[in-house]
T-cell receptor, first 111, second 111 residues
Framework: EAQVTQNPRYLITVTGKKLTVTCSQNMNHEYMSWYRQDPGLGLRQIYYSMNVEVTDKGDVPEGYKVSRKEKRNFPLILESPSPNQTSLYFC??????????FGPGTRLTVL | QKEVEQNSGPLSVPEGAIASLNCTYSDRVSQSFFWYRQYSGKSPELIMSIYSNGDKEDGRFTAQLNKASQYVSLLIRDSQPSDSATYLCAVIYTGGFKTIFGAGTRLFVKA
């Protein structure tokens, strides 16, 4: 089944404790992206990648890191999480950079 | 700052009516336009994409794009209670994968 998977689906952590949210797609898509979704603000792009080793900032990259060492994986790293990073996170992938297929989401709470 | 604006709603229509959802964007360099539907607690899924001026129809859905006026709309004919969801307008900008989403319009279809 073609899909985008994210892990974990739910995470509660404390301020300053480094964490990684994994994203993997099995569709051989070139493009991948991370978003956060907050009430009233919609989806905001954090980082995106147009190919292996090619990443660029979205609208809200501060406090986040990404890497794209292989086509199928695009992990999101929070080196020192803070409470304002409490949010619902979505990973998405796209074959040609238009239609995006979203993962199921990761709900992160930073205490 | 690139922006995509949507009326947050809620928009309430009776079953069988036409629902009209609107979206405006700020940057004329915009290339691709999308409507996603998001049910509560779920991830966004694509309904329609549109790339050139005019109308594009797919079943009960029609997307309309007017680049001169910088707006894109979605019409849902014969609205059904199952259409009740949040509708997200998205714009991808020329030359990359930078994606801006509107905050979404909540639609309620009353049986």
């Amino acid at each position: 089944e073609a899909q985008v998977t994210q892990n974990p689906r739910y995470l509660i952590t404390v301020t300053g404790k480094k964490l990684t949210v994994t994203c993997s797609q099995n569709m051989n898509h070139e493009y991948m992206s991370w978003y956060r979704q907050d009430p009233g603000l919609g989806l905001r792009q954090i980082y995106y990648s147009m190919n292996v080793e090619v990443t660029d900032k979205g609208d809200v990259p501060e406090g986040y890191k990404v890497s794209r060492k292989e086509k199928r994986n695009f992990p999101l790293i929070l080196e020192s999480p803070s409470p304002n990073q409490t949010s619902l996170y979505f990973c998405a992938s796209s074959l040609t950079g238009d239609t995006q297929y979203f993962g199921p989401g990761t709900r992160l709470t930073v205490l | 700052q690139k922006e995509v604006e949507q009326n947050s709603g809620p928009l309430s229509v009776p079953e069988g009516a036409i629902a009209s959802l609107n979206c405006t964007y700020s940057d004329r360099v915009s290339q691709s336009f999308f409507w996603y539907r998001q049910y509560s607690g779920k991830s966004p899924e694509l309904i329609m994409s549109i790339y050139s001026n005019g109308d594009k129809e797919d079943g009960r859905f029609t997307a309309q794009l007017n680049k001169a006026s910088q707006y894109v709309s979605l019409l849902i004919r014969d609205s059904q209670p199952s259409d009740s969801a949040t509708y997200l307008c998205a714009v991808i900008y020329t030359g990359g994968f930078k994606t801006i989403f509107g905050a979404g319009t909540r639609l309620f279809v009353k049986a």
